[in-house]
């Protein structure tokens, strides 16, 4: 836990958590990130609650102003002032338990209907950025996939050196489909479902997929075309069971 309730010190401790502003002044966000309900602070609360109706920005018929997970904080507002009074009420809120939010660990992001105006709470400069990782994924307001896929290919190939040496050694093809589905893909597709794919990225994952798959059977990709063999037949050889289906027909 980021504090301590019970301890009460003369100097205020700082609430080491990153908190993220999401400045937005249209439904900019949708489903680009998965909103989870988990344990917040009971500063955090009150604050949350007070905010209901009165803060944040309208999403899918849904009055958002926070995402949280854990000590991860995602504050949403349409306006820098805006944001500049929800940071105080957390500051406040987390002033009754000797606790301050650290500013120097805040960013904020904004869309570009959003004015290029600075946000400085308590005189307090709070830097920009272009992206950010929120529950291992990359979040920018550009709604670009392209460095989110990037990610995925990276964290899928680390996935398959994982199991490479037992999948060489083993030839057994019922083990080999087994580590696919349970460790290949689930690096591929994490949090596919809240993807939004342009036109140029949606066969991406489907050859990120496809090179995996003839590794894992030892076929090169010129071996592939020098022999007329189609993925499908790759596919089946390896008999997967969790084929990668695109993410729109995921949801």
């Known amino acids: 836990m980021p504090f301590n309730s019970c301890t009460k010190t003369s100097q205020p401790k700082y609430h080491h958590s990153t908190t993220i502003l999401t400045l937005t002044s249209k439904q900019g966000l949708g489903k680009a990130i998965p909103y989870r309900q988990n344990y917040l602070p009971l500063p955090s609360r009150t604050s949350c609650e007070y905010w209901n109706g009165n803060m944040g920005v309208k999403i899918d018929g849904r009055q958002l102003h926070h995402l949280h997970f854990v000590d991860d904080i995602v504050l949403i507002t349409p306006n820098i002032s805006q944001a500049e009074r929800m940071l105080a009420d957390f500051d406040k809120a987390y002033g009754k338990i000797d606790l301050r939010l650290n500013l120097t660990r805040t960013m904020f992001i904004k869309n570009g209907l959003v004015l290029d105006t600075p946000l400085t709470p308590n005189g307090t400069n709070i830097s920009e950025c272009f992206s950010y990782i929120y529950l291992c994924q990359e979040i920018n307001m550009l709604n670009d996939l392209a460095p989110e896929l990037t990610r995925r290919k990276r964290a899928t190939w680390e996935a398959f050196k994982s199991i490479e040496n037992v999948v060489k050694r083993k030839m057994n093809t019922r083990l080999r489909s087994h580590l696919f589905d349970s460790t290949v893909l689930p690096a591929l597709t994490y949090a596919s ?44 050889r390896l008999k997967s069971k969790m084929p990668f289906c695109m993410p729109n027909s995921r949801r």
Do not use: N, Y
């Not at 995996?212 to 075309?225: C, D, I, K, S």
């Open 193 to 236: 479902e809240t993807w939004s794919l342009r036109k140029q990225d949606e066969r991406s994952p489907s050859v990120i997929e496809r090179a995996v798959e003839r590794t894992m059977l030892g076929v090169t990709r010129f071996t592939q075309l020098r022999e007329g063999i189609r993925s499908s037949d790759l596919r089946e």
